[in-house]
């Protein structure tokens, strides 16, 4: 397409866009000024009026605009008016269409007497805004008003009324739904709502409750506080609450009682029971309460003449005690958990205790020595003081805080967000009460006394440095461990690793075996990482009270050195316990445990300390258990079944001898030569080489006859290529068996009916 040829027809383009646009926008115009024409009032706007008069026979009402979105009724009561039921009114003559237009001039004996219009029924005045003179196409002069004239309805039972506008000549019919806008009354159009403010822009509330207490709270950019009958923090939420159910307490036309300021006594409002005050800038709304009546109450606006009723949930809600609307959260700073915090100090009579959030460490402890601290108490801690809530204010005179131990606090402590600073918050932690499980408590920026609960926050705040500090007792790398010793029960035992491929482990003591790796692993791994519940303290010599002078169990364990190991940097009482060299590149720790801190308990906590260590601290009922693992499998049998060659079952009754022939098949030897049916004799044997026990009772018994072992009441021996082993079936209890492998002369506690099956299994076959 040639140059020429794009622009003759880019212009035909834009000369057919203007074409479209002027001629469709006055096409518009013109359909939009037709639209008006229909209506009475052609050139009116809702926006443009400024007050409305409803002039009736018997009364008057008056209506203006104050302010922007807000009317007041004049007469026949000042008061606020409901701009809704207001601007419906005005709606009404915006969209007045003229269902019929007579004319003076057209009709004969033309007289306004016969449509009700000499002497109008209703008689409206709007007033425009000061300045409208005129609007689109129509000139309005000097008038600042329109007044409409409302006569007769055109018959009985019809939908249309006659009216007319001041300055026409015409008279216009118009629906009749038009007097329903019009004629309401007085409750109608006065506002429903008690309060009208800006939640956000509420400065003051003041509350005078039935016990003619005086609570006032002030908002200080987002949060509230109590200044009356005490200064402190106030419940923000709670307050919030309150404000937001005074914004939305709103009347049904039917709660209007009474605007006689004579009835204001007779409602018991001229005392009332119950005073709320909204503050905002420089005004102040205040809601009266007085009697009660049924489920209602008598209120009134303090600066309005109406009285109403609201429902006497509102007395409910409101009567509140000053501490109603104190802050239950004993502390309030800026943190995520413990993130955000630097610094705490916990400031005993006898000790100060520093702790520091450090990069390296999480959190040191820095005085009284250096030591870290243990991050998942102090974390807890922090967490715990952001949400403690307090159960009761005890005490806001200052003058009393020698009875709840606060004139010489437990502790003070100091939470820091930035080192160097002053402290974020400070307090201090007084006496329990005679229950224990409440605690008092002040902050350092007044004097009043608190109660909080005790739980995980009591015993860790009075606990000092014991309790901060980071409880790794025991720390070594696991896999450079050599000898581990146990002694328990009056046995030690000796476990000694043998480096290869495949790691093993040997008992040594009291008996020469290959140890089970796992049950081995489970002590070392224990006493790698070995972490105190809760550290007691340090103790000399008197360790009796505890079981520690004759520990119920004694565990060590030898490793190889290894730089860089925390628990050897924090030697003696204060940190883990001072390395004692074996050798020049081996440490030994041994580990004492002694009575449960509950007795009666079967998972109890115990009593423990190093052996070359005074601290005397906790462990728990699991790691015991570790302590008490047997160091050998609990399997009775470990052979290849495939090989055995002969069994003999031998009971107090009977002896029955079984042998494979040639063909590899099982016989009957003793007491009689006769072939197996079925596969009873694998089943045995298989079952035999599966049997675990529960434990081990001895290694290599000197008196076999306190399990009825001397002279068993079932054995059964296997024989193989190498020789035979024998399975002896003792004592039995409610439970278990005593039973002994011969070869290894151990003796094991076996549930009775893991054996039983065995016993069945052989006893049939006997049978056969």
């Not at 001039?105 to 449509?115: H, L, P, T």
């Not at 000694?496 to 040594?508: N, P």
Request: net charge negative.
């Amino acid at each position: 397409m040639k140059f020429k040829t794009t622009i003759i027809l880019f212009i035909v383009a834009v000369i057919g866009v203007c074409y479209i646009f002027l001629y469709e926008r006055k096409q518009f115009r013109t359909e939009e000024l037709h639209q008006r024409k229909q209506m009475v009032l052609p050139d009116y706007k809702v926006t443009q009026i400024r007050k409305i008069e409803i002039r009736k026979e018997a009364e008057s009402i008056v209506l203006e605009n104050v302010e922007e979105d807000h009317w007041r009724l004049l007469e026949p009561l000042d008061v606020r008016a409901d701009v809704a039921e207001v601007n419906n009114i005005l709606s009404q003559f915006e969209f007045l269409k003229k269902m019929g237009t007579l004319k003076g001039s057209e009709i004969e004996g033309f007289d306004r007497k016969d449509y009700g219009l000499d002497k109008p029924k209703i008689v409206i005045n709007l007033w425009r805004n000061k300045g409208v003179l005129k609007t689109e196409g129509t000139e309005l002069g000097n008038e600042s008003k329109y007044t409409i004239y409302v006569g007769d309805k055109i018959a009985a039972g019809q939908n249309n009324v006659y009216i007319s506008v001041e300055g026409e000549s015409d008279i216009y019919v118009v629906l009749s739904s038009l007097l329903e806008k019009i004629t309401k009354d007085v409750n109608d159009l006065r506002n429903k709502w008690v309060f009208e403010f800006d939640e956000a822009a509420v400065e003051r509330i003041k509350i005078v409750n039935t016990s003619e207490e005086s609570i006032v709270c002030s908002r200080e950019e987002n949060l509230w506080w109590m200044s009356e009958p005490v200064t402190d923090r106030a419940d923000s939420q709670r307050i919030k609450g309150i404000i937001n159910e005074l914004k939305n307490l709103k009347l049904a036309k039917a709660d209007f009682v009474s605007d006689t300021e004579s009835d204001i006594a007779k409602c018991g409002l001229d005392k009332p029971i119950l005073t709320v005050s909204i503050g905002f800038q420089d005004k102040v709304q205040t809601l009266l309460l007085g009697n009660s009546l049924d489920q209602k109450v008598y209120a009134k606006r303090r600066d309005e003449s109406a009285i109403f009723f609201v429902h006497d949930v509102v007395i409910d809600d409101m009567d509140l005690e000053s501490n109603d609307l104190r802050d239950r959260q004993f502390l309030r700073f800026e943190s995520i958990g413990s993130y955000g915090i630097e610094q705490l100090k916990f400031e005993y009579p006898d000790e100060l205790v520093t702790i520091d959030k450090t990069a390296q460490y999480d959190w040191l402890i820095k005085s009284p020595t250096e030591i870290l601290g243990d991050g998942e108490v102090i974390r807890g801690f922090v967490e715990k003081i952001k949400e403690l809530q307090i159960q009761e204010f005890v005490d806001d005179s200052g003058e009393n805080l020698g009875k709840y131990g606060l004139d010489q606090p437990a502790v003070s402590v100091s939470v820091f967000r930035k080192m160097g600073e002053g402290e974020t918050v400070k307090f201090y932690v007084g006496k329990t009460d005679e229950h224990g499980g409440l605690c008092y408590v002040a902050r350092a920026d007044n004097n009043a006394v608190f109660s909080v609960p005790t739980e995980d926050f009591y015993d860790i705040v009075t606990g000092g440095l014991l309790t901060l500090r980071d409880k790794l007792v025991v720390e070594f790398p696991k896999e450079k461990a050599t000898e581990l010793v146990v002694e328990r029960d009056g046995e030690t035992f000796v476990c000694q690793k043998e480096e290869g491929i495949i790691e093993k482990w040997f008992l040594t003591s009291p008996v020469t075996v290959e140890a089970d790796v796992d049950s081995v692993n489970q002590i070392v791994w224990n006493l790698a990482f070995l972490k105190a519940d809760k550290f007691f303290g340090v103790y000399g010599e008197d360790l009796s009270a505890y079981g520690l002078d004759k520990p119920t169990v004694k565990v060590s364990v030898t490793y190889e050195e290894s730089n860089g190991v925390l628990g050897s940097e924090r030697g003696g009482t204060e940190g883990v316990a001072e390395t004692k060299p074996v050798t020049s590149n081996q440490i030994t720790k041994t580990l004492l445990v002694g009575d449960k801190l509950e007795p009666s308990l079967d998972k109890s906590s115990y009593y423990a300390k190093l052996a070359d260590d005074d601290l005397v601290f906790q462990i728990g009922w699991s790691d015991m258990r570790d302590y008490r693992v047997d160091l050998v499998s609990k399997i009775l049998f470990d052979f290849d079944v495939t090989k055995a060659n002969m069994l003999k079952i031998k009971s107090l009754e009977r002896e029955t001898v079984l042998k494979r022939d040639d063909e590899n098949r099982w016989i009957v030897d003793q007491p009689e030569e006769k072939t197996v049916k079925g596969n009873y004799v694998d089943n045995i044997l298989l079952t035999m080489n599966s049997l675990e026990a529960d434990s081990i009772v001895e290694y290599a018994s000197s008196n076999l006859s306190l399990y009825e072992l001397e002279e068993p009441q079932f054995r059964m021996t296997v024989g193989l290529e190498n020789g035979e082993n024998s399975m002896l079936v003792g004592k039995k209890t409610e439970s278990y068996y005593f039973v002994m492998n011969e070869a290894l002369s151990y003796v094991y506690l076996v549930r009775k009916n893991k054996l039983e099956e065995l016993m069945s299994i052989t006893q049939s076959l006997i049978e056969q």
